[in-house]
């Protein structure tokens, strides 16, 4: 999309061009040819199409008129996601994301300007997606997605995601799971949101096609997604070697005991003075061991954890997304089976490869998680497996249990009041809490809208 030409006036310029450009009589905002590219996919058959496709004009109409998509996030990804869709014939869009627009944004996220700093991205998003492509109606939501309930997720025929958050992924894989059916134990069909999720990370990017209940989930693969990089703490401590160790040692070590801004002040990474501090205590630590190329990006990037954002990334990602929208979307080609990666920090490298569903998944399987711990083990053995094991990674677990018939809170995080008056349970044995062989225990925790049901096996 060229900058530069309001979009009233680059209608106004294609209309001016009749013989080119006729516009049609039966809809509008469509011009003879407007779809044309869209209709060589859909009006005749080739190689590649799907082997029970039948070309018809009826697909095209589906897309235009009744097709649902919803898009969750409007950053890097939502942005190409939304002029992808938007120009592919989808009309019936909406979007969620509950950030606002960042000066820095602005480099790669190419439906805002400067202007826009501050407004929320879904907003923005949708107004320019809305005035550029005729005919097309973008819903911005500028909200959470766990402000939304089942109702508003079942009315989208695709669910397409472009996030930079593991537990929204994983809520949102959860919430799809939620609104499978079964009918005697067998999944109706008819019940199946397919879920496109895009990623990306620097120069580095992933696609999957899940069909909830059918394929691998996010959580069957949860192995994949590494637990944060951490570098080790004697080299921070006593030899560091890179800028990043440098930064480390001022963040993890430094800033809690010298308490540069009082006792009680956490260092915030969105804080400029804070910043600016642990910069220049990194740049003296580097200074001493020889280190260079600490510099107050760098520094904001460690604090904050943050990857570079790179646009072409973003681009080649979210193309590949809106392509598995539109072959699910319209039946007329075989969708990805099922995830995708991409690589282009050396060179160009992407394969594909079939993740497979695990049997005992926490979040699709419906097979009952076990938990086993001797009885002497502590609540708090029990919360660090919650949250350490590689295929459950749960951030702030809530553990409850039904005891003499009554449902009690084990332990909970989240309330300050409850975390307090539970927090004595975390060192009591499973025994002491009264828990039996075989009890259930349900937890629940941000990385999915449902409780989790584990069984207690009490080994020896
Ligand atoms: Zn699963």
Request: hydrophobic fraction near 40%.
């Amino acid at each position: 999309m060229a900058d530069g030409e309001e979009p009233a006036k680059k209608r106004q310029r294609i209309e001016e061009q009749p013989e080119k450009m006729a516009v049609d009589v039966s809809s509008s905002s469509d011009w003879d040819g407007r779809w044309s590219h869209v209709q060589k996919f859909l009006e005749r058959s080739g190689p590649f199409t799907h082997p029970d496709f039948e070309p018809s004009e009826e697909t095209l109409q589906f897309l235009l008129e009744t097709c649902k998509i919803l898009v969750i996030g409007a950053g890097g990804l939502g942005c190409e996601l939304l002029k992808n869709l938007a120009l592919s014939g989808f009309r019936n869009i909406h979007v969620v994301d509950m950030d606002t627009i960042d000066v820095s944004n602005l480099n790669r996220q190419f439906l805002f300007r400067p202007k826009d700093v501050g407004r929320p991205k879904a907003e923005v998003a949708a107004d320019f997606i809305n005035s550029r492509v005729p005919g097309c109606h973008v819903v911005p939501h500028f909200k959470k997605i766990q402000d939304f309930d089942e109702s508003f997720y079942r009315q989208f025929h695709i669910i397409v995601c472009g996030l930079d958050s593991i537990i929204a992924r994983r809520w949102m894989n959860g919430m799809l799971l939620s609104l499978l059916i079964y009918e005697d134990g067998v999944l109706d069909p008819s019940s199946i949101i397919p879920l496109i999720d895009g990623g990306t990370e620097g120069f580095k990017g992933n696609l999957r096609v899940i069909l909830p209940g059918m394929t691998a989930c996010i959580d069957c693969t949860l192995e994949l997604y590494p637990p944060q990089i951490n570098f080790p703490m004697c080299t921070i401590a006593s030899m560091p070697r890179l800028p990043e160790h440098c930064i480390e040692y001022v963040r993890i070590l430094q800033w809690p005991k010298e308490k540069p801004f009082g006792d009680d002040v956490a260092l915030d990474g969105d804080n400029p003075e804070h910043i600016q501090w642990v910069f220049q205590k990194s740049l003296e630590r580097a200074a001493e061991f020889n280190i260079t190329g600490v510099t107050y990006r760098l520094t904001q990037g460690v604090v904050k954890r943050i990857i570079p954002a790179v646009a072409s990334t973003n681009a080649v990602i979210a193309a590949a997304c809106a392509t598995e929208v539109f072959k699910i979307a319209t039946s007329a080609y075989i969708p990805l089976n099922n995830y995708l990666v991409f690589n282009d920090v050396d060179g160009l490298y992407t394969y594909t490869f079939e993740a497979e569903r695990k049997e005992n998944c926490s979040a699709c399987s419906q097979v009952p998680q076990k938990l086993q711990f001797p009885p002497s083990a502590k609540l708090q053995e029990v919360l660090e497996y919650l949250t350490e094991n590689a295929s459950l990674q749960m951030k702030s677990p809530a553990i409850t249990a039904t005891l003499e018939g009554k449902n009690k809170t084990l332990y909970l995080q989240t309330v300050a009041s409850i975390e307090e008056r539970t927090r004595p349970n975390l060192c009591k044995t499973l025994k002491e809490l009264g828990l039996a062989d075989g009890q259930e225990l349900a937890v629940a925790d941000v990385t999915t809208p449902q409780t989790v049901l584990f069984k207690l096996n009490f080994t020896s």
